[in-house]
């Protein structure tokens, strides 16, 4: 029972272009999550969301960033014309429905790094 | 500051020691959890209290949980090299179960 799969692992992007980062939660999992993690710091949350729906983007910036998890296939964040200031670590988190304390925590995934040059 | 606070920023001890983490956090809660995170990888969960519990043991590890005075703690018994690593907590923030607020982490070195 594979974890949670996050690739690529490493992104270098160039100014301008557009950022695609990949989530395949755990086997069983239907709630998706993204979280920003800059240098020296701890995790901010982007985005919560569950099958070809987006439940709370309270954490996403209002431009330039976009999230889905359709029916079929992984959950993907997607930055546009990325900048400087995007680079960091993206985690994704998953996992099953219902209340946290029946599962315990969540199963996080080894992250993108991506970095603006 | 942030909803979760770790204290100190740094530890560094000997093998065989304990190690003790504080989290300190702002508003009501319905659970907290303890995450580590090894330099380069993602979050492993270790722990969840809930608002309701006071104390959690999973082998070398303690939680307490002070709701009165919104703080936490986490020590680790009898460490070893290879609980190096990060260790953050988080909290609901008494948003829902599904958002988590992190705090900046304590950085742990354990040397041989």
Request: hydrophobic share 30%; charged share 20%; proline share 4%.
């Amino acid at each position: 029972n594979a974890g949670v799969m996050q690739n690529p692992r490493h992104l270098v992007r160039r100014r301008g272009q557009e950022a695609r980062l990949r989530c395949s939660p755990m086997k069983g999992h239907s709630h998706v999550y993204w979280y920003r993690q800059l240098p020296e710091e701890g995790l901010k949350f982007m985005v919560y969301l569950q099958k070809e729906n987006i439940i709370d983007e309270s954490g996403m910036p209002k431009e330039r960033f976009s999230a889905e998890f359709p029916k079929e296939g992984p959950s993907i964040l997607r930055i546009q014309q990325v900048v400087r200031g995007d680079s960091a670590a993206y985690f994704c988190a998953s996992s099953p429905a219902g209340e946290i304390f029946r599962f315990g925590g969540y199963t996080f995934g080894s992250g993108t790094r991506l970095t603006v040059v | 500051s942030q909803q979760g606070e770790e204290d100190p920023q740094a530890l560094s001890i000997q093998e065989g020691e304990n190690a003790t983490m504080n989290c300190s956090y702002k508003t009501s809660i319905n659970n907290l959890q303890w995450y580590r995170q090894n330099s380069g990888r993602g979050l492993v969960h270790l722990i969840l209290i809930r608002s309701n519990e006071r104390e959690k043991h999973s082998g070398r590890l303690r939680v307490t949980l002070d709701t009165s005075k919104k703080s936490s703690s986490l020590l680790i018994t009898a460490s070893r090299a290879a609980d190096t690593a990060s260790y953050f907590c988080a909290t609901d923030a008494g948003t829902g179960f599904q958002k988590l607020v992190f705090g900046t982490g304590t950085r742990l070195l354990v040397s041989p």
